[in-house]
């Protein structure tokens, strides 16, 4: 992702970013007319300046773990749920093994809400190179 250097502070750098390809297909009138601002960090000491532009590294979402970290465990709590619903009361029919499935859904959701609550994701990304 390219942006231009809007302001420095330090080692963390503003960037103002443009409208993407995919900005234009978008019925979003607001993202359109007013600026982006993503804050970024310079570790490499790179010699910015203002006006600038910079190509910036994103994640890789899939890759990066971020999608994994909170669809897995949903998934993994209503399947323990839902067997362990069928373990603790064999007699127990498909709705209330549902219904325990989609309690340990919940119980392992609100478990993974607060970890990244508590520790969230760095949300700064660093500036990898200067456009010429």
Same mark, same amino acid.
Request: charge should be positive; aromatic fraction near 8%; hydrophobic fraction near 45%.
């Given at each position: 992702?390219?942006?231009?250097?809007?302001?420095?502070? $330090?080692?963390?750098?503003?960037?103002?970013?443009?409208? !993407?390809? +995919?900005?234009?297909?978008?019925?979003?009138?607001?993202?359109?007319?007013? %600026?982006? #601002?993503?804050? %970024?960090?310079? @570790?490499?000491?790179?010699?910015? +300046?203002?006006?600038?532009?910079?190509?910036?590294?994103?994640? /890789? *979402?899939?890759?990066? $773990?971020? *999608?994994?970290? %909170?669809?897995? @465990?949903?998934?993994?709590?209503?399947?323990?749920? #839902?067997?362990?619903?069928?373990?603790?009361? @064999? %007699?127990?029919? !498909? @709705?209330?093994? +549902? +219904?325990?499935?989609?309690?340990?859904?919940?119980?392992? *959701?609100?478990?993974?809400?607060?970890?990244? /609550?508590?520790?969230?994701?760095?949300?700064?990304?660093?500036?990898?190179?200067?456009?010429?």
């Amino acid at each position: 992702m390219t942006g231009r250097v809007h302001s420095l502070s $330090g080692t963390t750098v503003t960037i103002s970013l443009g409208t !993407d390809s +995919a900005c234009f297909g978008c019925m979003q009138q607001e993202c359109k007319t007013r %600026a982006r #601002f993503l804050k %970024a960090k310079n @570790p490499c000491r790179l010699p910015l +300046a203002i006006g600038q532009v910079v190509k910036i590294k994103t994640p /890789k *979402a899939l890759l990066g $773990g971020q *999608a994994f970290t %909170a669809l897995f @465990p949903p998934i993994v709590g209503f399947m323990g749920g #839902f067997m362990l619903t069928g373990f603790l009361v @064999p %007699a127990s029919g !498909d @709705p209330a093994r +549902a +219904a325990g499935g989609v309690l340990g859904l919940f119980i392992l *959701a609100s478990l993974t809400y607060l970890i990244h /609550k508590k520790y969230p994701a760095e949300t700064t990304l660093p500036v990898v190179e200067i456009v010429p």
